[in-house]
């Protein structure tokens, strides 16, 4: 399997490349004071994140067409873990399974664990083949930490972390997740999103943050791109900032006085209080 052996090639190289390899495996955004928005309800979301959580949070407004669109390659994998966890372990159990900043590696038992991966296993083998396969043989062949090497270091905080999802603020809505992206269609796409083709086309597009690597014939390309997939009314995250005077680095938004867009102050994230915002295009 190509996957297993690009895994394995950066898990042999005894370093942490810059390129997009490595997941996050919580959000960084604060999906839950942006969500609102947008109309999502039985609307088609195209969305970044190799966390999925974008998608999973989506679901429980009954968004149910879903694609996620991430450079990371091991992004679709990861979500088929998520999701098994999410099916087979309580809140505190998954949190404490995934979250890499409860506390440090060595000490958090849960963390990656082989006996937490064995109770979950069944329910990923019967969601995805391909994500077991690799998840089983990672899990039987690697330390945890090297598999811990797959994952960027958490930037939040457990308790930002909790604020930033819905579907992890309480146990109700984390067991109604489980039924919502049970009956949600969410779909994979490993590409550069400046050069993504597709036929769909999409009611909402969130952009994360991905504009602040881009030069600005890429930051072009993209919203050329998005725009072309966006459907007449839709929505588009463009970039989502950490605080409200940020800009797109080398392309001021001034450069988008073509586009109807609007800059919309939503919560912080708990750890700092200063507001985030995001920059939001409406297609007309
Ligand atoms: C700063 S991270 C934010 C992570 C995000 N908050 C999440 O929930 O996963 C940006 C995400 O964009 C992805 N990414 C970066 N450049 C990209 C590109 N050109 N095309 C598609 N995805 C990209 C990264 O792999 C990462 O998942």
Redesign the pocket.
Known sequence: MEILNRIEDYLSNDFYSSD?FQL?S????NINGYMQFFELKDKTLLT????S??AINATLVRCNDITV????PL?KYFYYLKLASLLVLNREEFLGFLCKKQCDIESNKHLLSRTIFNRVKNALKSLDYESYYIWEYLFMNYKKSDIEKLFRRDINDLESIIYCNRYLKNDYNYNHARETVMNASIDFIT????KLYTNKSFDNIWL???AN??NSQDINSMIKNCSRMLNDNGKMLLCYFWNTSMTIKGFPIEQLSSFESERIKIPGILKDKSKNSILVYTKK
């Open positions: 997009f996050y919580f959000t960084t955004e970044i994140g190799s966390s959580d974008q669109c991430d450079i990371c992004t590409e550069d999103i400046t994360s943050n991905v690597y881009l």
